[in-house]
């Protein structure tokens, strides 16, 4: 798994991947840190971790799109496939690699939180709880991707379906409003957003980390058993 | 040693083997023959656990792909058609990757890299990036990687394709130089690659095992032919000259009297070419029956590879 998980992180870095996706993130937190704090004169440091939130939904189909996909493209999964690690230690190590990336991006972050907590007011418990949700949200974002990579055939499939899907999580609220009687109460229910809006009020709540937790999981074993039913059914 | 027993594998609705038995025992080359399509490369990644038959086994030294499919990927090395690169990488970076991948101790993995790399005569491009290199050096990076975690059986699915001249010689050269300490099977096209290397031909046709036949170094090149015209019924013969050993192919057709068939046999190389002879007259006088006429004669890989993949019924 941490052969994997090296080589993995390592390609980030080697291609512009790695860089490419720090710096949007940093350049679209950055406007939303002027709009929302610079601008405001606010301390309200848990409306900007929202708006970051929404970053994950354009970044994590560009970090998850090749895990998959690529080999599956320029055939280097046979490489994997039949080397003596399992489908669960592969998957794993492809998704930490992706986490790991995103947790280092979120570490850059904290210079926006130093520059509060030098010309404003921070509540700590609050903040920590912010970022606990933002940093589950995007962990819950690159499962849903990574799971679209292991079926995608290209990496661009991958990007372009993944998109659509975490519009469609985006706007599951919006879509629930609409849907009557029990169907949009699941959708509701289902919804990423809103499920993560207690962390948004500075709010520890286990349901929703429970929830966060259930989608990374479900995720990775729905990719996992793509990827073995794809060996069953075909090979490639 | 992998061994695969009645082994069916279908891509949908589309059968592209058809109860396949072969093994590749310990210590031999074993070359895999046939036209385009005729199943080499799903015989290849079945036996590598790339995907798993419809039906019957893959054995890696006795032990059962299904049961244990990672025992058996820590026993075998694999080239496939094209070779899993990773362009980015430099190829000591790529060999560092595969040698983690397939368990080399943490400790041990410079040096082990840096055995694989003098052996497959990668050193002049060790720090280049895959991407970068010729055809030939990309292949040898492919067979390096197989060699990683040093597996005592190594499959390749044709190792020399698209290669010029002097890099086949070369990629032959180090097959045979493995052959020395590895099991090796291996795909081709080219018959006097596998007469040159192999101990053993294995002739894929139409997903069926066509013909499998020794490559004797020792023998004359040449496989007996008998053509015989023998006094028994066809149903009657047929089951009987089955039993012969070394028979590898076999076809008859009753004569113009219902009493006599009309056969030829094929049998397998042997240091003494007259004892298939030998075989049927004692078989046949075993069974009281006479032969009319008996013609022995030779046959090379490339007539009898002819034969098996023209579509003609043959298998013994």
Redesign the interface.
């Known amino acids: 798994m941490t052969a994997v998980w090296r080589k993995e992180l390592r390609s980030y870095f080697c291609t512009p991947v790695g860089y490419v996706c720090a710096g949007v993130f940093l350049a679209l937190a950055s406007m939303f840190f002027y709009v929302r704090i610079l601008q405001q004169h606010s301390s309200d440091y848990l409306s900007f971790i929202l708006r970051m939130s929404y970053i994950w939904m354009l970044l994590c189909p560009v970090l998850t799109m090749r895990l998959f996909a690529e080999e599956r493209q320029k055939r280097t999964d046979q490489l994997l496939f039949t080397s003596p690690v399992s489908l669960t230690r592969i998957t794993l190590g492809k998704y930490l690699a992706a986490v790991t990336v995103l947790l280092g991006i979120v570490l850059l972050t904290g210079i926006y939180a130093a520059v509060v907590a030098v010309y404003g007011r921070i509540f700590a418990g609050e903040m920590l709880a912010g970022y606990l949700g933002f940093i589950l949200q995007g962990c819950a974002f690159a499962a849903v991707d990574l799971m679209i990579s292991a079926m995608a055939k290209t990496p661009i499939i991958a990007a372009v379906v993944s998109f659509g899907v975490n519009f469609v999580l985006y706007v599951m609220d919006e879509l629930a409003y609409y849907v009557p009687g029990w169907a949009g109460d699941i959708l509701s229910f289902l919804s990423l957003y809103s499920r993560n809006e207690p962390f948004i009020m500075g709010q520890l709540s286990p349901a929703a980390i429970v929830y966060d937790l259930a989608v990374i999981t479900g995720c990775l074993f729905a990719a996992i058993h793509i990827l073995d039913a794809r060996r069953w059914r075909k090979g490639a | 040693m992998i061994e695969l027993k009645h082994v069916d594998k279908f891509?949908?609705r589309v059968q592209a083997l058809k109860d396949v038995s072969l093994t590749a025992g310990k210590g031999e080359i074993v070359g895999l023959l046939g036209v385009n399509g005729a199943g080499k490369s799903t015989a290849l990644?079945l036996m590598?656990?790339?995907?798993?038959p419809t039906s019957g086994t893959v054995t890696v030294d006795g032990v059962d792909m299904l049961a244990d499919p990672?025992?058996c990927?820590?026993r075998?090395g694999?080239l496939?058609e094209?070779p899993?690169?990773?362009d980015?990488?430099t190829v000591t970076?790529y060999l560092t990757?595969?040698s983690?991948?397939?368990?080399v101790k943490a400790g041990s993995v410079p040096a082990h890299v840096k055995d694989i790399i003098a052996l497959c005569g990668l050193s002049e491009v060790a720090g280049r990036p895959l991407g970068k290199l010729s055809k030939g050096y990309r292949q040898r990076s492919g067979v390096a990687?197989a060699l990683c975690?040093d597996p005592p059986t190594l499959v390749m699915d044709e190792p020399t394709v698209g290669l010029d001249p002097r890099q086949v010689v070369e990629i032959r050269e180090l097959i045979r130089t493995l052959g020395k300490t590895h099991t090796v099977v291996f795909s081709s096209h080219v018959l006097s690659e596998v007469q040159q290397l192999c101990t053993r031909a294995v002739i894929l046709h139409g997903g069926r095992v066509a013909a499998n036949v020794t490559l004797d170094k020792l023998s004359d090149g040449a496989f007996t032919r008998l053509r015989a015209v023998i006094a028994m019924q066809e149903k009657r013969l047929m089951p009987l000259l089955r039993e012969l050993p070394g028979l590898i192919e076999a076809k008859a057709h009753p004569g113009r009297d219902g009493g006599k068939t009309e056969c030829t046999l094929v049998f397998d190389r042997e240091s003494d070419p007259s004892q298939p002879v030998h075989r049927l007259n004692r078989l046949m006088a075993a069974h009281g029956a006479s032969i009319l006429m008996l013609v022995p004669e030779q046959d090379s890989l490339e007539a009898l590879f002819l034969r098996a993949t023209s579509g003609e019924e043959g298998t013994p």
Do not use: S
């Not at chain 2, 590598?48 to 798993?52: A, N, S």
């Not at chain 2, 983690?100 to 368990?103: D, I, S, V």
């Open positions: 891509y949908g990644n590598t656990g790339y995907f798993p990672l025992g990927k820590r075998i694999y496939p094209q899993p690169l990773y980015e990488m970076e990757f595969v983690r991948l397939r368990e990687q975690g």
